[in-house]
């Protein structure tokens, strides 16, 4: 499966934006679905995901706990990261990754997910 963001921009504080992230080549209810981000001069780090058991099973960073809300539609192979209240911390590339049949699940560590996409940057700025 290969994954294509979209969604990102500039967009001022307070504002919201919607990310998407497309995948082609197979059916995404397999795959444990998550986001991640890294800021200018950062590390990768974890925002949210949602297990391939169930769409309710979803589990978020405490920095946007409350502000974001992963989702997913494997109809169309698809999984969005519902963005609001946006502050300027919250610019980075935004990446989608995924990992078939995760066997556990809440884990917030990067390398369990071995299929990422290219990256969508959002930009906070006044």
């Known amino acids: 499966v290969q994954l294509v963001e979209s969604g990102g921009g500039l967009v001022q504080p307070g504002d919201a934006l919607r990310l998407s992230c497309a995948a082609s080549g197979r059916s995404l209810s397999s795959y444990t679905m998550a986001w991640f981000r890294q800021g200018p001069q950062k590390d990768r780090e974890f925002v949210a995901a949602n297990s391939w058991r169930s769409r309710d099973r979803v589990w978020y960073s405490d920095s946007v706990a409350g502000r974001f809300t992963i989702s997913r539609d494997n109809a169309k192979e698809t999984t969005f990261l519902e963005m609001k209240n946006l502050q300027p911390e919250d610019t980075a590339t935004y990446y989608c990754?995924?990992?078939?049949?995760?066997?556990?699940?809440?884990?917030?560590?990067?390398?369990?997910?071995?299929?990422w996409g290219q990256g969508t940057q959002v930009t906070v700025s006044p």
């Open positions: 990754a995924a990992r078939i049949l995760l066997p556990y699940d809440y884990s917030q560590n990067a390398s369990v997910f071995n299929i």
